[in-house]
Structures are given as structure tokens and as C-alpha cells.
T-cell receptor, first 111, second 114 residues
């Protein structure tokens, strides 16, 4: 059974810092991995999608990497801003199409 | 990205009544839609997978008769919480995909059963 773990559970940083969020999964037979952002009481916004054959994806200040063999992904946020404060979720899609989510990392960026 | 619209965003209902939540893919045809439940400060728990025109596949521990899912068209899936009780109060989120591509999520529905 696929299990997804995110570390840390919560993170507080001063504005401007670069930071890394970690995601690990137990079954490397994934179809793709997706990073999401969730603001309090809201739905999910897709940030980056990495196919199983890819190593990384970039969008603006965000960079996500994937090491399928070791079951790990990282989300790198450069020059963090208060507006980046949210919960970040990673999810892996298995061959059957289901998305399995981690518990999330709650990020707070202080001005 | 594609847009998934979920309605209503908030609903309060009396215990024993039923509530219907709609999930629409606005600019693409969703072959598969997923329904999730999220408790405060917790991650999303998959409830069921629905494919257009066929019966939904429920995850272990999710009551089929309690959470009725209908995926009548490629752009609409509905979740009906039947005979709702206070313990059904939660945040429900739908997701839609086209094939095995990127998943897009609705805005979520906050259900409160009083």
C-alpha cells in the first residue's frame, strides 16, 4: 500500500529565504507526482506535475525534483514571500489513477 | 490550467436530511472524477473514484449507501450525503482528470450538519 510522507509538518521562515519541502513515498511504481498548494478553507491549486520519467519541473520561483528510485521528491521555493504562506501537499498517482496524498507541510513566511 | 467548479461552497443542513454536492469540469471532459474528504489539519482522504457512465468505486471503509455518487456525463459528478449526521460534517473536495493527466480540484464544500 502506497504511503506518502511529508517533512516537516510545519515550517516558519523569514521573508526572502529559500526553502525546501520534502516528500517521500514507499512504492516507486508511480505514474506521476504532483505538488499542490492549499489555502485555509479552500480547494487545491496545482503547482507542478512531474511525470515518472522526468527528474524535475520548474515554474517561476518553484522547482520540484523527483527521484523515483529512492521514493523522494522535493519542492524548492526561492526567495519566499508572505504570499507563499499556505499548506503544501504532494500526491503520487499510481498506475490505477488514484492520487495518494501526504499530510502536507504548513508554511508560514514572516514579513 | 483547467477549471473545476464545485457547488455549493458551504452548506448547513439538519441532521437526517440529504445534501447534494456538484462537481463540474468547465473546459474539458473529465473521464474520471474523484471525491475526497478532509478533516481539519489533515490531508485528503480518497472516498471514491467515479468514471462516466459506470458505478463508482469506493475506498475501504466508505459507505456506498451513505455517500451516493453519480457521474452521469463527462462534465458532471455529484456526491449526495444521505441522512446526514453531525459526524459527516467535513470539507469535501472533488477532482477531475482527463485520462491519466494532471488532476484539477474544485474549491471544496464545507458541510456542517446540525
Amino acid at each position: 500500500k502506497q504511503e506518502v510522507t511529508q517533512i516537516p509538518a510545519a515550517l516558519s521562515v523569514p521573508e526572502g529565504e529559500n526553502l525546501v519541502l520534502n516528500c517521500s513515498f514507499t512504492d516507486s511504481a508511480i505514474y506521476n507526482l504532483q505538488w499542490f498548494r492549499q489555502d485555509p478553507g479552500k480547494g487545491l491549486t496545482s503547482l507542478l506535475l512531474i511525470q515518472s520519467s522526468q527528474r524535475e519541473q520548474t515554474s517561476g520561483r518553484l522547482n520540484a525534483s523527483l527521484d523515483k528510485s529512492s521514493g523522494r521528491s522535493t519542492l524548492y521555493i526561492a526567495a519566499s514571500q508572505p504570499g507563499d504562506s499556505a499548506t503544501y501537499l504532494c500526491a503520487v498517482r499510481n498506475q490505477g489513477g488514484k492520487l495518494i496524498f501526504g499530510q502536507g507541510t504548513e508554511l508560514s513566511v514572516k514579513p | 490550467g483547467a477549471v473545476v467548479s464545485q457547488h455549493p461552497s458551504r452548506v448547513i443542513c439538519k441532521s437526517g436530511t440529504s445534501v447534494k454536492i456538484e462537481c463540474r469540469s468547465l473546459d474539458f471532459q473529465a473521464t474520471t472524477m474523484f471525491w475526497y474528504r478532509q478533516f481539519p489539519k489533515q490531508s485528503l482522504m480518497l472516498m471514491a473514484t467515479s468514471n462516466e457512465g459506470s458505478k463508482a468505486t469506493y475506498e475501504q471503509g466508505v459507505e456506498k449507501d451513505k455517500f451516493l455518487i453519480n457521474h452521469a456525463s463527462l462534465t458532471l459528478s455529484t456526491l449526495t450525503v444521505t441522512s446526514a449526521h453531525p459526524e459527516d460534517s467535513s470539507f469535501y473536495i472533488c477532482s477531475a482528470t482527463q485520462g491519466a493527466s494532471e488532476a484539477f480540484f474544485g474549491q471544496g464544500t464545507r458541510l456542517t450538519v446540525v
